[in-house]
Structures are given as structure tokens and as C-alpha cells.
């Protein structure tokens, strides 16, 4: 099966997860590099969805929203994403209730369809940011240094449910 985990990120958070979403499937679960496409939606927005045995979509949440290039390609794909098996994570660094609040953002069809659906928590790289979010951001983590805070073990348990589905 063809695996696309497909994403956009501003902080770094989302990002990495889709590395580690495809390290684990590839070094854990034995299913082949060929097999697993990493797309990053600032580079490439037109994506043969029906060639993928499943889709992966990732987000950050900006200022209580995805982003823009996610909910961009979900509202303009959405059929066809209900055509194939689709797992979402979200990255964030809110309260379990926001996290539950972020799933109001995105179409309930593709909720229903989805799974799994996680939270990993977040990551904020400064450097990757512009003036503007990284004063959002310093305020938001009360830091002025990179944040780390994925859940691996979330990203692990995500991954083998997608992978023994």
C-alpha cells in the first residue's frame, strides 16, 4: 500500500511529525520507502490522491486555526479524500479541550471518515517564524527559546493504528 502523509507547518511542529510519522512506518513497520510520499503543501499542492492506499493529513493550529494551505486542500479535495482510508493529527500547543475544539474547524464528512484522529502537541521553532508569530508565539510559550513538546508515544500509537489497519 501507498501511504501519502500530506502537510504544512509554520512553527516546525507538523513537520517533524511527518518525519517520524514515516521513520516509524519504514523502520517499524517495514513498509517500504517507495511506498511512503512525504508532502509538504508549499511545494506541491496538486497530489493524485487516488494513487495513496491512505492519506495522512497534518496541521499546525495558527491563532485557533489550521493552516490555510490544510483546510485549502481538504475543502478542495474533500470527495475524493472520502474515497480513501484518511488518518489526521493536528499539532498543538493548547488544552486537551481546545484540541477537542480544533476538530469544529475541519468538515464533519472527513471527521467521521478519519482515523485515527490525534493530537500530538506542539513544537515552536522561532528561527521559522516572522516578527509577527514569533512574538505571538513568545507569548503563547512564555519562552524565548525553541519549545518541544510532541508526544511521541501519541505518534507512535497513531502510527500502529494506521499500520495494522
Keep these: 500500500m501507498k501511504y501519502a502523509i500530506i502537510y504544512a507547518s509554520k512553527a516546525g511542529g507538523t ?35 487516488s494513487q495513496y492506499g491512505r492519506c495522512i493529513l497534518g496541521t499546525g493550529i495558527y491563532v485557533g486555526k489550521p493552516h490555510k494551505l490544510v483546510k485549502s486542500f481538504v475543502n478542495d479535495n474533500l470527495k475524493t479524500l472520502l474515497q480513501v482510508p484518511i488518518s489526521l493529527y493536528i499539532c498543538s500547543l493548547g488544552t486537551d479541550k481546545d484540541n477537542e475544539n480544533y476538530l469544529k474547524l475541519f468538515p464533519k ?10 493530537f500530538f502537541g506542539g513544537m515552536v521553532i522561532f528561527k521559522r517564524l516572522n516578527i509577527f508569530a514569533r512574538l505571538i508565539m513568545k507569548s503563547i510559550t512564555k519562552s524565548k527559546k525553541d519549545v518541544h513538546h510532541l508526544k511521541h508515544q501519541v505518534i507512535s500509537d497513531f502510527v500502529k493504528e494506521i499500520a495494522e489497519s
Design 15 to 49: 513537520e517533524q511529525s511527518a518525519k517520524i510519522i514515516k521513520d516509524k512506518l519504514f523502520f517499524e513497520h517495514q513498509v517500504s520507502e517507495d511506498d511512503i510520499d512525504v508532502i509538504d503543501l508549499k511545494k506541491n499542492k496538486s497530489i493524485q490522491i
Design 109 to 118: 464528512q472527513l471527521l467521521e471518515h478519519a482515523s485515527p484522529i490525534s
